[in-house]
């Protein structure tokens, strides 16, 4: 990473946090904006982003359905330290119920990283309030670079060839935030119940969303699992 202000992406093709990497994908290509997305559905997958990472990471294990920490180190980014930080010992939330805790705060907080790190610029006037609408990417090719590594490792995944984890979940995330860059794979019906068993399977904070979403939509999650459980 860069410092502070710098152009982070001179020094690394992407951001290096999963939440980074998936708003960046909430940019769409077609229409040049951030804003094409549902508010509560992008919340919950940047906080199910975060535990993913952490999960990924090895910072957090699952005990009894539960995510508890692994180590007693904290991760370097802040947002990921201050995410640690509510996941105690002692404290048996489930993943579903840490998703569903904050999540407007999520997208303010990771908008704000990767403005302030020189992974997007505004175009709006100095000292005005930073806003999705007025985002953009300093390089919208390795957006693309990142949503076709994204969608290539689902592909890979669904059909059962090797697959990176992070990028699967970079993936996974994004379809089921139903973010426009991954329109066409989402409309492909074939393969969804594998996408499902591999939240459920490897990736159990992804399975927490699951839940988040289906508990807020009454039982249904379309988009990814196409209907109730």
Partial sequence: MGRTGDRSSEFSPVPPTLHGQLFMLAFDPRSGRFDGYDPQLFGFALRAAMLTDLHLRGFLVERAGAPVPARAA????????????????????????LIADNRHEAITAVREQLVDQGWLRTRQQPGAPVSDAGLEPFDQWRVRTLADAARGALRNAVVGLPAEPWPVACGL??????????GEFSAEEHGRGRLDGLAVGGLVPVSGLIETIRERRGGSCPGLMGGSS
């Fill in 74 to 97: 904290s991760p370097d980014d802040p947002i990921l330290r201050a995410e640690f930080a509510q996941v105690g010992v002692h404290n048996r939330a489930t993943w579903a119920h």
């Fill in 173 to 182: 995330l994004a379809v089921m935030a139903e973010l426009p860059v991954m």
